[in-house]
C-alpha cells in the first residue's frame, strides 16, 4: 500500500512554485552577500591604490568602486556641517564635513573631515579653525552616508547659525543650503596623525550586512523545505484499521 495519497494538480502545482520561489529568493539573497563581500574587498583595498587626478572621476566615478584622488582648491571656513549620529565611541560625538572649492570649478566637493569624540553631553565638541588659502587633499572619493528615515523636515534651512548639525546628510538639502551645486560623492580624507579628527573610515553596510544577507538566505531556504513538507504530511495516506485486531 502505498504511503501517500494522491494530490490534486493544484496542490503540487502550489507547492512546486512556492518552492521555487522561496530557493530563488534565497539564492538571491547569496548572490546579495557576495557582492556585498566584494564591495568591502574594493574599499579595503583602494586605500593603498594609486592616487588619482579628481578631474578624472568627479563627475562620473566608476561604479562600484572607490578611487583615491587628490584635489587643489580651498575650504569654505565658515560653512561646517556636523553629522551628530556616528557612534565610534560609548561617548557619541559628530562626523564633521566642510565645502571646499577645487581649482577652476564651479561646483563644489563635500569633505569629510573626519570624527571628533563627544564628551557625554548635548553640546558638540569644540572645531577647530579650518586652514585658509590652497589646500591640497588626499583621500577616498566615495558616496554619501544614508540618510535613513528621515524625520522633522529640513533641519539645516531652520538653523541660521554655523556650524550646522542634523541626524543625516541630504546631499541635497545641502546643496539647497550652500544654494550652489555639489559634486555627486564625499572626499574623505586619508587618516592623517597631527590631525585631531579621527579618520578611521568604513564602507556603511551597517543596514544590511553581507552575515545578515545570508541569514534571510537561510530563512527562504528553511522556507522552502517546509513546504515541501507540509505538502508531504498533507498527502500522507491514512492507515486502514486493521481488521483482524481483535
Do not use: C
Not at 27 to 52: C, G, M, N, T
Not at 59 to 80: N, T
Not at 114 to 137: A, E, M
Amino acid at each position: 500500500m502505498s504511503w501517500m495519497r494522491r494530490p490534486s494538480w493544484w496542490s503540487v502545482a502550489l507547492t512546486v512554485a512556492g518552492a521555487l520561489v522561496f530557493v530563488r529568493l534565497g539564492i538571491w539573497q547569496l548572490h546579495r552577500a557576495d557582492f556585498k563581500d566584494e564591495l568591502l574587498r574594493r574599499y579595503a583595498a583602494a586605500a593603498s591604490a594609486p592616487v588619482q587626478a579628481f578631474d578624472a572621476v568627479a563627475l562620473h566615478p566608476p561604479q562600484d568602486a572607490y578611487p583615491r584622488v587628490r584635489v587643489e582648491g580651498h575650504y569654505l571656513v565658515d560653512r561646517l556641517y556636523l553629522l551628530d549620529n556616528p557612534k565610534h565611541d560609548n561617548m557619541g560625538g559628530v562626523e564633521a564635513y566642510v565645502p571646499f572649492q577645487p581649482n577652476g570649478q564651479g561646483q563644489l566637493l563635500l569633505v569629510d573631515l573626519g570624527f571628533l569624540p563627544g564628551n557625554s553631553t548635548d553640546t558638540p565638541p569644540q572645531l577647530p579653525p579650518l586652514p585658509d588659502g590652497r589646500q591640497v587633499l588626499q583621500g577616498l572619493y566615495q558616496p554619501p552616508p544614508g540618510t535613513g528615515f528621515e524625520m522633522g523636515g529640513n533641519a539645516l534651512a531652520q538653523q541660521a547659525r554655523w556650524p550646522k548639525t542634523s541626524i543625516y546628510l541630504d546631499m541635497k538639502q545641502v546643496a539647497g543650503d550652500l544654494h550652489t551645486t555639489l559634486y555627486p560623492r564625499v572626499l574623505t580624507l586619508d587618516a592623517d596623525p597631527a590631525s585631531i579628527y579621527v579618520r578611521v573610515h568604513t564602507l556603511d553596510l551597517s543596514s544590511m550586512p553581507p552575515a545578515r544577507h545570508r541569514a534571510y538566505a537561510f530563512q527562504w531556504f528553511t522556507f522552502a523545505f517546509a513546504a515541501v513538507v507540509i505538502f508531504l504530511v498533507l498527502h500522507r495516506a491514512k492507515r486502514r484499521p486493521n481488521k483482524n485486531a481483535s
